[in-house]
């Protein structure tokens, strides 16, 4: 107990330590955790030998990780990935498979062995890449949604992987024992190495029998999360304990993760399989903030356990070529996914934050590994080069940001255009444009249960609001594609909050020209831009400080004397006078001539002012209320 009372306080003040420090110098929560992994772990020595069984536990993080990704993809939404999934995902496995299997090659490794090296390596870090996007609100941009494909295609693609490893024992040389037993000659002992027996439901049975106990065993959890979730999350509802929903949402993740492993396929993608079964439920969200703070600290925890567990005795001894051999992988793996980026059309940032951010290897490199030594199909050497050139593409990996941060300010500063968002939502409201007006409505409408689609041409704005849990698309929305893809054809109100007076004054023209039932409510500047946009055809027009500008008036007006009542019976007759008069006076105004010397104009809004004035003498000449 005091052992781990000690190594608890260990790992946690490294964190707390390390990745507020690292996030404040702009590196990133995922730097600030590898950084403290190594110093308790090599540099200090403050912990050891347990670092490896504590990583088994913390790639529950993962797992979680994973299952909440899940919930945040329908079927649908899936099928309608197949292209990127298939095409995009399928090709970076297969060419950064086969272009490091030739690597290892050349490092005198058979074809076998070799093979095993490349499809290791193709995979890239699903937690580190997935939790950087999510700090940067980096992952709603086209660039973004193109790695999480990829990363997605790469966690599915780790079950076929698995099966099709034991087949490349065949290509290891063999000894004959004493006995007259065959054995492969790989150098070393190819137990469990640490890892504990598992009891598996597929030992021993023969392929197809393997085959059916896995297609049962996805089934099972089809079949769970559709029919036994809504009767299970009833019977905890009734006992009012808040924290029997934690505990339903960890028994849910752990037990898929266990059956995955009895049939012998990988526990985070039976999460993910689940979390997507569960997407469309009504206690997805439930489910997504009960499990949200057990994910970052448990990633926070694999990433502390990576940095602590790397030999550093290996690297020191052969660290050119162990630093080379990464550098390599990365730069392999960055030009094959820089030339996908541009054969599939992904442009600017975007193509930068694909190359660099995909360039690593990942946490399931340490599963295949560990498998591969299992099964006899890599020697223990070999296995742990391999661990350590993983483990410092990972280091290596915020570092890789970092330059796309960089280079995503060249681009910026030579007045590239920006790759416009693949806008894959639609809803009842566009809202375009997210300053400080449109973010009023958007959480206003979002509050009260609605959805909007959020449109905006600055990045930067973007990126905030991501940051914030609200979702929004970059692109221009006075462009007419950017327009129809976000909905326009289909949505029933259209908010207009540029800052750009032609812009939004050409928008609402367009969108009432497209769609002339579509209701158009736009911010106006001033009135003369009220007239604009009068004309262009919005329903409602909001002057951005009308609304303000009485409220201050009706301030004035308490404290020369009037009551709270009077004050708003002032601003209400006000409001309404004014409203009316704006749209008299739209009818009479002629864009090609001044407003001073336009008689008509000038002589309704004499005559509006007077009825102004009148109504509001007139309210205050009514019997005071009590």
Known sequence: MESFLYQASIYLAAAVIAVPLASRLGLGSVLGYLAAGIAIGPVLG????????LQHFAEFGVVVMLFLIGLELEPRALWDMRHKLLGLGGLQIVLSALALMGVAMAYNQPWGIALAIGLTLSLSSTAIVLQTLSEKGLMQTSGGRSVFSVLLTQDI????????????????PVQITGDGSITRAVGEDHGDHGHGATMSLVEGLPAWGVTLVTIGAVIAVILAGVFLTRPVFRFIHAAHLREMYTALALLIVVSISFLMMLVGLSPALGAFLAGVVLASSEFRHELESDLEPFK????????ITVGAGINFDLLFRDWPALLSMAILVIGIKGVLLYLLAVSFKIRGRDRWLFTLGLAQAGEFGFVLVAFSVGQGVIPQGVAETLLLVIA?????????????????????????EIEADEIDEDGPVIIAGIGRFGQIVNRLLQGSGFKTVVLDHDMETIALMRRFGFKGFLGDPSRPDILH??????????VVALDDKDASTRLVAYARKTRPDIHIIARAYDRVHVYRLYQAGANDIVREMFDGSLRAGRYALENLGLTEYEAAEAERVFYAHD???VRQLAEVWDPNIPASKNDAYVERAKSLEKSLEAALSARQEQPKRA
Do not use: C, N, W
Request: hydrophobic letters at 60%; zero cysteines; aromatic letters at 8%.
């Open 46 to 53: 403050l912990v050891g030998a347990e670092t490896e069984d």
């Open 157 to 172: 693609a780790v079950i076929p992987i698995l099966a099709f490893l034991p087949l490349l024992v065949v290509t290891l």
């Open 296 to 303: 970052g600290l448990l990633l926070g925890l694999f990433f």
């Open 392 to 416: 410092l593409t990972m280091l290596i990996t915020p570092l890789l940001f970092i330059l796309y941060e960089l280079q995503s300010r060249r681009i910026a500063k030579r007045g590239v």
């Open 485 to 494: 893809a976000a909905g326009l054809d289909s949505a029933h109100i259209l």
């Open 579 to 581: 409203r009316d008069a």
